[in-house]
């Protein structure tokens, strides 16, 4: 069985490369965290695959993450603590996984790539 992790960024906030790279790290750790042991066991001897989407707004973020949690998928919402280029409190991205490929296509395949 393939193993990825999915992290999914909101494309609205318009983030610069060097902020949208450190959001998707905090998204990966936080997921994989979160995830079944065995499932990041078996991904890590994959090769840790990740995917990484661009979702349109703040909305679908949390339509990903209902639809994750109803499925079994770790996920994590990363919340900004307003240092830099946004205000505080403001949602940044999700991570998804480690799971099955096949189930986070589900959940993550209308989704463009970043």
Avoid: N
């Amino acid at each position: 069985m393939e193993f990825k992790q999915c992290i999914v960024v909101r494309e609205d906030l318009k983030l610069s490369y060097g902020k949208m790279a450190v959001q998707v790290a905090h998204a990966a750790i936080l997921a994989m965290e979160r995830a079944e042991k065995r499932a990041v066991r078996d991904w890590k001897e994959e090769g840790q695959r990740k995917i990484v989407l661009k979702a349109p707004t703040l909305q679908d973020v949390f339509r990903l993450r209902d639809e994750a949690e109803r499925a079994g998928v770790a996920s994590a919402i990363v919340i900004d603590a307003g240092l830099t280029e946004i205000p505080p409190g403001t949602v940044t991205a999700l991570g998804l996984g480690p799971a099955p490929a096949a189930l986070l296509d589900r959940i993550t395949g209308s989704l463009k790539l970043v």
